[in-house]
């Protein structure tokens, strides 16, 4: 692993938007399937030792993704994300929104919009996160977004290296 990689979390209260910058030494593809492939997804996206379950997923304009974080004890944070706009390998955007397990959202929700590019074996994920209400975004960061979601970046770097090693 490169220990050398860009990780940028900035916070812009007065749009409400979170910016995130980060370097993955691994390839295009194999970090793309990463982010939108529920089989990967979920040995991932939850901060330790919470765990990631995804009831369904739909990558399509207009699918859904309907997960939950499960906590040791059980407890499950469920979210839905609706996919608005995909450009295979390059980008995609999303609704998301946490919910309960029967499916009914917990409105305001964020728009996310992730951007993918490689260069020398070097894939770069740009994130803009906008809240639609300051509010949901202070809650999102008082709950330790920043931290969950290093977290959770360390688990993506952790599996991407072990695929990449299985593949090599």
Same mark, same amino acid.
């Given at each position: 692993?490169?220990? *050398?990689?860009l990780? *940028?979390f900035t ?9 995130i910058?980060?370097?993955? *030494? ?8 990463? @982010?939108?492939?529920a089989?990967l997804? *979920?040995?991932?996206?939850a =901060?330790? =030792? ?15 993704? @309907? ?19 995909? +450009? =295979?390998k ?7 929104? @946490? ?5 009914? =959202? ?15 074996? %070097?894939?770069?994920?740009r ?5 639609e ?7 999102m %960061?008082?709950?330790? @977004?920043? $931290?969950?979601?290093?977290? +959770?970046?360390?688990?993506? $770097? ?11």
């Amino acid at each position: 692993m490169t220990s *050398d990689l860009l990780f *940028d979390f900035t916070v812009d209260k007065t749009a409400k938007t979170v910016f995130i910058t980060r370097e993955f *030494d691994a390839g295009l593809s194999l970090v793309w399937d990463a @982010f939108t492939k529920a089989e990967l997804l *979920d040995q991932w996206v939850a =901060p330790k =030792p919470w765990t990631s379950k995804t009831k369904y997923m739909n990558f399509v304009v207009g699918g859904r993704r @309907f997960y939950a974080m499960v906590s040791p004890e059980g407890l499950e944070r469920w979210s839905i994300q609706e996919y608005t706009s995909i +450009t =295979p390998k390059t980008n995609f955007k999303m609704h998301n929104a @946490f919910a309960d397990k029967d499916e009914n =959202p917990e409105l305001p929700g964020s728009d996310w919009d992730y951007h993918f590019s490689e260069q020398n074996g %070097i894939t770069k994920v740009r994130i803009t996160i906008f809240n639609e209400s300051l509010a949901r975004m202070e809650k999102m %960061i008082e709950m330790g @977004f920043k $931290e969950g979601f290093k977290m +959770t970046i360390e688990n993506l $770097e952790n599996l991407l290296a072990t695929i990449s090693h299985k593949n090599n």
